[in-house]
């Protein structure tokens, strides 16, 4: 694993752990059809001075086809053994796993994005004028104001996040 891949992998974690922008991620990815770890990804290349380039869509089909083909299959069977777990421990379990591999996928696709970042493909410098606002909405294909607030919600925690020591 790479020292990007790491740094951005840390960087996610410190900054999904805040209630608030987990709530908003998730708000922004059932709610507006977003990709958490894009937007986590953009987040992290703005603290960095890079932002997604504005032909970047080339470059993230092969992490898109890895999310739909891994996690969101993945995630949709952890949702889907919710009701069962909380009556049965072993489908608990079970649902424990699965909440693992989702996990480890995601990590995959963040070390595929960080690979982007190492390779310059897809991202460029950010100029003056770029806000980290503008980017997120590019990665968010269906923003609405009722979604608003969540993307709100993730600029204010990622502008005050540090960026984890190297």
Do not use: F
Not at 45 to 60: F, I, K, T, Y
């Amino acid at each position: 694993m790479s020292e990007d891949s790491t740094q951005l992998w840390d960087y996610a974690l410190s900054l999904y752990g805040h209630a608030e922008v987990a709530e908003a991620c998730l708000s922004l990815q059932d709610e507006a059809g977003a990709d958490v770890c894009e937007l986590l990804w953009a987040c992290w290349l703005a603290r960095r001075g890079w932002r997604p380039a504005d032909d970047v869509s080339a470059q993230l089909a092969a992490v898109r086809d890895w999310q739909a083909r891994y996690t969101r299959p993945l995630r949709a069977q952890r949702r889907a053994l919710k009701p069962a777990a909380a009556r049965d421990e072993n489908v608990a379990q079970l649902r424990q796993a699965i909440k693992r591999a989702e996990l480890m996928a995601e990590r995959e696709a963040l070390t595929r994005l960080a690979r982007l970042a190492e390779s310059r493909q897809g991202v460029c410098r950010m100029q003056p004028g770029d806000t980290l606002d503008a980017q997120l909405r590019r990665l968010i294909p269906m923003l609405t104001r009722a979604t608003e607030p969540a993307l709100a919600r993730l600029i204010a925690a990622a502008s005050a996040e540090p960026m984890p020591p190297c």
